[in-house]
């Protein structure tokens, strides 16, 4: 076997690994972005621990197969991007949704969140939810209303009695 071919396959095997193992990977078209976008995008990425690499679409196709998710072949065509990321589901989608309102030549083609396929549409409204933290701090307001709402029965009560008794 050939050198060429044996590298070819170990890139194929390295990106289905990296389908696998990550939590988030999206696919994106990047035409018509010029060298300091997308090296600002390849920061914004960096900074949320996404990793960003643009391949061959054979070898993504390949790699696709190999780690057995189906339906992103369709939109293997032109130029794709792929943005992995291992620790966090949000993170990438948020930053290129983000990135795509500032910038229209960016596209978000197809996306694999946590081993299924989602599309777009299902990418951006996930980009438009609150962060873990913001989550959890309606989770708390909403737990502690009904512990505020019970104080302030009870010091109006209070109030009210006060100002009977005086």
Do not use: C, H, W
């Not at 696919?27 to 090296?39: E, H, I, M, P, S």
């Amino acid at each position: 076997m050939s050198k060429v071919l044996e590298q070819k396959q170990q890139l194929v095997t390295d990106i289905a690994e990296k389908l696998r193992n990550s939590k988030a990977t999206i696919f994106v078209d990047y035409r018509g972005l010029n060298v300091a976008q997308t090296t600002e995008l390849r920061k914004q990425l960096r900074e949320a621990n996404v990793e960003y690499k643009v391949y061959k679409n054979t070898m993504t196709r390949r790699a696709a197969e190999q780690a057995e998710i189906a339906g992103v072949e369709q939109e293997l065509v032109g130029p794709t991007a792929v943005a992995f990321s291992e620790d966090d589901v949000i993170a990438p989608a948020k930053v290129l949704n983000n990135f795509a309102k500032e910038n229209e030549a960016l596209k978000i083609k197809i996306g694999v969140i946590e081993g299924n396929v989602t599309s777009a549409d299902e990418l951006k409204a996930l980009a438009e939810l609150p962060s873990r933290d913001g989550l959890l701090s309606m989770l708390l307001s909403v737990l502690q209303a009904p512990m505020r709402n019970m104080a302030l029965a009870t010091k109006a009560v209070a109030d009210q009695k006060e100002e009977e008794g005086a």
